[in-house]
């Protein structure tokens, strides 16, 4: 059984056909999620505007990261699916309903997707997270930043639950790298809020940076300044 509700996802603009035979995918390129017609060979990439597809037959470039070579692989998981296609899900609350998931988890699936596109964790004690906005400088390798943009993971959790409350469109989890002993993830966020309802905010993941022999480079230059 599929896991996409066929009449919510044409109610909200995909233009199926009768037999259209819907089925969330996953590129294999950067393993971001869309909506796939198997029937008509459509791919419907945004859960913003779910009346954009493309024609998988004819060899376009990943809508996502622009790769030339990719594919996709059916998801038959629910917990694959992520936050902002959840409203497609058959039996899932509708658009507005209030569905706000834990930081540890979207910590965890951070680490597994770090594993499948970077390789080996190393080892850490504990968990930091950084906010971007506005409160870091780049520097060879890493960040300069202000104290009191360093949080702890007990510190971090209700603001980020307030985070997917505010109406943001999207929050980005980066695994910067580890630093004294710490993995440090950074947090990125519009300056506005759009009016996404609570709870739909979709959080993307993404890992380290590579060398130039396209290895993880997971050990983290940090500058922390006094605030």
Known sequence: MSLVDKLTFESRGARGCS????????TTCCER???????????YWSSDTPSSSLSLLEGAACPFCGASRWDLHDI???DQVPEHWRWAC???PRPGS??????????RELL???ERVAGPVPPFDTT?????NG???RIDAGWRVARDALFTTTEFAPRFDRLLLAGYAWVNLSAYGIWQEALVIGVERPREATGVPAGLTSVNYSGPPHTPEASARWSLNLDVVPS
């Open 19 to 26: 037999d259209s035979n819907y089925a969330f995918g996953m």
């Open 33 to 43: 999620v869309g909506i796939v017609d198997h029937e008509l060979d459509e791919f």
């Open 76 to 78: 038959v998981h629910l």
């Open 90 to 92: 058959t039996s899932e």
């Open 98 to 107: 209030r569905r706000v998931r834990p930081l540890s988890e979207h910590v």
């Open 112 to 114: 597994a997707f770090c």
């Open 128 to 132: 930091l997270f950084l906010e971007m």
């Open 135 to 137: 409160t870091a400088a």
